[in-house]
T-cell receptor, first 116, second 113 residues
Framework: EAQVTQNPRYLITVTGKKLTVTCSQNMNHEYMSWYRQDPGLGLRQIYY???????DKGDVPEGYKVSRKEKRNFPLILESPSPNQTSLYFC???????????????FGPGTRLTVL | DAKTTQPTSMDCAEGRAANLPCNHSTISGNEYVYWYRQIHSQGPQYIIH???NNETNEMASLIITEDRKSSTLILPHATLRDTAVYYC??????????????FGTGTRLTVIP
């Protein structure tokens, strides 16, 4: 089944304790992205990756890191989490084409993170 | 990307057609209309997209007015599982590097038994 998976789905942690949220897709998509969703603010893009070893900042990258060593995986790293990073996080992926034509994004199920 | 305007909420009786409007009066000629939905904190799900012709797939139909300033997403026979927030998004034909989707606040559709 074509899908985007995220782990963990729920996480409660404390300020300053490094954590990683994994994202994996089995559709051979070049493009992957991380969003956070907060009440009243919609989805905001954190980081994105156009392909392996190619990453760039989205709208709200502060406090986050990413890596893209393999095409299927795009982990989100919080080196020193803070309470303002409490949010619902979504990973997404899509094809790209040589012409850069837009393609629909496939979203993971979400990771609900609470930082105390 | 053009801005969209959607009603905050709508109700629909189960089994009836749900018609969700979207205004995008500043849409430009090469921008597509996309619809996604999000069921209670699950990941957003792509529904359909179109440029100027009406489109239909297994999930829904998309009707775009001739001047392209508005569109309507139609769920022909709404079920309780269609209760969700529906987002209308206008995007250019060619993705930028960020390929960022601006979801806005969407329309909360409640399907009533």
């Amino acid at each position: 089944e074509a899908q985007v998976t995220q782990n963990p789905r729920y996480l409660i942690t404390v300020t300053g304790k490094k954590l990683t949220v994994t994202c994996s897709q089995n559709m051979n998509h070049e493009y992957m992205s991380w969003y956070r969703q907060d009440p009243g603010l919609g989805l905001r893009q954190i980081y994105y990756s156009m392909n392996v070893e190619v990453t760039d900042k989205g709208d709200v990258p502060e406090g986050y890191k990413v890596s893209r060593k393999e095409k299927r995986n795009f982990p989100l790293i919080l080196e020193s989490p803070s309470p303002n990073q409490t949010s619902l996080y979504f990973c997404a992926s899509s094809w790209t084409t040589g012409l850069g034509l837009y393609n629909e994004q496939f979203f993971g199920p979400g990771t609900r993170l609470t930082v105390l | 990307d053009a801005k969209t305007t959607q009603p905050t909420s709508m109700d629909c009786a189960e089994g009836r057609a749900a018609n969700l409007p979207c205004n995008h009066s500043t849409i430009s000629g090469n921008e597509y209309v996309y619809w996604y939905r999000q069921i209670h904190s699950q990941g957003p799900q792509y529904i359909i997209h179109g440029l100027k012709n009406n489109e239909t797939n297994e999930m829904a139909s998309l009707i775009i007015t001739e001047d392209r300033k508005s569109s309507t997403l139609i769920l022909p026979h709404a079920t309780l599982r269609d209760t969700a927030v529906y987002y209308c998004i206008v995007r250019g034909e060619y993705q930028t590097g960020a390929n960022n989707l601006f979801f806005g606040t969407g329309t909360r559709l409640t399907v009533i038994p």
